[in-house]
């Protein structure tokens, strides 16, 4: 059974930075799947932010691009989403999911002053 624990959320203010980390335990085929960051907002639908393939190739949602990084180390079975630049609108419950297939808990990212 894979399980999927995200981590590195809090409160930032505008303009800061943080890491989240997505780190997988039960599976020996991480370096194959592709992994992807989801936000959720109140009131809002889940909209995916970053997505990263086994290749290292990447892909960003428009309002993200330029302010965050996905990146992924196959030793530790992590994948990690540098966000920069934070805006208001960027707070939100950050989640991972892995081989579209399995999820973690969800970290809270809150942008405030």
């Known amino acids: 059974q894979v399980q999927v624990v995200e981590s590195g959320g809090g409160l930032v203010q505008p303009g800061g930075s943080l890491r989240l980390s997505c780190a997988a335990s039960g599976t020996i085929f991480f370096s194959i799947y592709t992994v992807d960051w989801?936000?959720?907002?109140p009131g809002k639908q889940r909209e995916l932010v970053a997505g990263i393939t086994s290749g290292g190739s990447t892909n960003y949602a428009g309002s993200v691009k330029g302010r965050f990084t996905?990146?992924?180390d196959n030793a530790k079975n992590?994948?990690?989403?540098?966000m920069?630049?934070?805006?208001p609108?960027?707070?939100?419950?950050?989640?991972?999911?892995?081989h579209r297939e399995y999820w973690g808990q969800g970290t809270q990212v809150t942008v405030s002053s």
């Open 78 to 82: 992590t994948v990690y989403l540098q």
């Open 70 to 72: 996905i990146s992924r």
């Open 84 to 87: 920069n630049n934070l805006k």
């Open 89 to 98: 609108e960027d707070t939100a419950v950050y989640s991972c999911n892995i």
């Open 38 to 41: 989801y936000r959720q907002a």
